[in-house]
């Protein structure tokens, strides 16, 4: 059957991505369904992993996972458990991370002494001498005796449109010469500093060697910070995981959202999809719901939980379907703050145990 599946992934956030590449490394025909990219497309990904405490006993397992998955994808992390990094934000703060994008990490106020934080003229999303000032005054308070100043470069804006974020992007990805004008531009800036901090606008799906490419012909560390949504480091990584998924035979339906799950006699036989015309119906063994924290719909509950295996249960404690598995932000124990180590975490946990790998997950 076309339609028919070894396993279903509702969800395309870092929780449904990371459960959908483990089940098809061990082999499974594997579906994700959803509606749009997750809610890290908002941000860019960053982890946070030293504070963790629970979830995989086979912690290092499931973050090398995540970590192999990005780099071939071409869009790395870097970083490791119990690794403390402070990367620049958009606000002029720090944010304490354990993993970020290779495009990110270079932020931290160790990494350079000499720090120069560029604006693009007409790009109101960014303000270049706040961030500078503020970077300036928190790394201070960090000890750090990094210098920022801040700088503004012109870049030329196709007709018809205003400066944004995402066509500066476009044109990364597309335009060769508009990477050239964006190395000549910041080429004087490069001379006389070690780090060059930017809004994010290296492309929504470049990989990794065209920005390191730039970064070289600088001769000079960057750094992009994510501005206001969409931010173009997340759509990055976003647009690189899903090809690097497809590339190992998973199968997207994007678009449209999740009209019903197919449950019967605790078992779970797929999903409707809300397409034109008619629903989709998508047949699968096991399914993993990586929907969110407003998945009780789905479940036709509004009061439900997970147990030790990660199987949703309703208030009395009885499996809703025991094929059926959840991760990600739909565990209400998660954090807003830890949402995406525990998203790698039990993603990686029940697709291979969709996989019937056996790895084991502990609450509490």
């Known amino acids: 059957m076309r339609n028919h599946f070894d396993l279903i992934v509702a969800g395309a956030g870092i929780a449904g991505i990371t459960s959908a590449a483990a089940a ?22 960053c982890v946070e992993l030293q504070d963790t405490e629970r979830g995989l006993h086979s912690l290092d397992e499931a973050v090398n996972f995540f970590r192999n998955l990005t780099e ?66 928190h790394a201070a308070k960090l000890g750090r005796g990094s210098t920022y100043i801040a700088r503004e470069i012109e870049l030329s804006i196709e007709k018809d449109t205003i400066p944004g974020t995402l066509q500066f992007g476009n044109r990364f990805d597309r335009d060769p010469h508009f990477r050239e004008e964006l190395l000549a531009a910041l080429k004087p ?17 470049s990989g990794q060697d065209e920005i390191e490419k730039l970064e070289k012909e600088l001769g000079c560390l960057l750094c992009e910070l994510p501005t206001l949504p969409p931010s173009i480091p997340g759509m990055r990584l976003f647009n690189r995981l899903e090809m690097q998924l497809r590339r190992t035979g998973v199968e997207f339906f994007t678009g449209f959202p999740i009209q019903k799950l197919q449950i019967e006699n605790t078992r779970c036989t797929g999903v409707l999809l809300d397409t034109p015309a008619r629903p989709l119906q998508l047949s699968s ?50 954090s807003a703050r830890g949402g995406n180590a525990m998203a790698i975490l039990t993603g990686y946990a029940v697709g291979m145990l969709a996989a019937g790998a056996g790895v084991q997950y502990a609450q509490g």
């Not at 970020?100 to 106020?109: D, K, Q, R, T």
């Not at 096991?286 to 479940?299: D, H, Q, R, W």
Request: net charge neutral; charged share 10%; aromatic share 8%.
């Open 189 to 205: 800036i490069a001379a006389k500093v070690s780090l060059i901090i930017v809004p994010g606008i290296f492309g929504l799906k």
């Open 72 to 137: 071939l994808a071409g869009c790395s992390f870097r970083g490791n458990i119990g690794e403390v990094r402070h990367l620049p934000t958009i606000l002029g703060s720090f944010q304490t991370v354990s993993l970020a994008p290779f495009s990110m990490w270079n932020g931290a106020p160790e990494a350079a002494a000499q720090v120069a934080v560029v604006g693009i003229k007409g790009l109101s999303s960014f303000d270049s001498n706040f961030v500078a000032e503020r970077l300036a005054y």
């Open 285 to 334: 063994e096991t399914l993993i719901l990586a929907t969110g924290p407003f998945s009780g719909k789905l479940l036709d509950t509004t009061s439900f939980g997970v147990n030790s295996d990660l199987h949703p249960v309703d208030s009395s404690g009885a499996l809703i379907a025991d094929n059926l598995y959840a991760a990600g932000a739909i565990l209400r124990s998660s």
């Open 24 to 45: 098809a490394s061990r082999g499974l025909k594997v579906a994700l369904v959803s509606s749009g990219p997750g809610s890290f497309v908002l941000g860019a990904g």
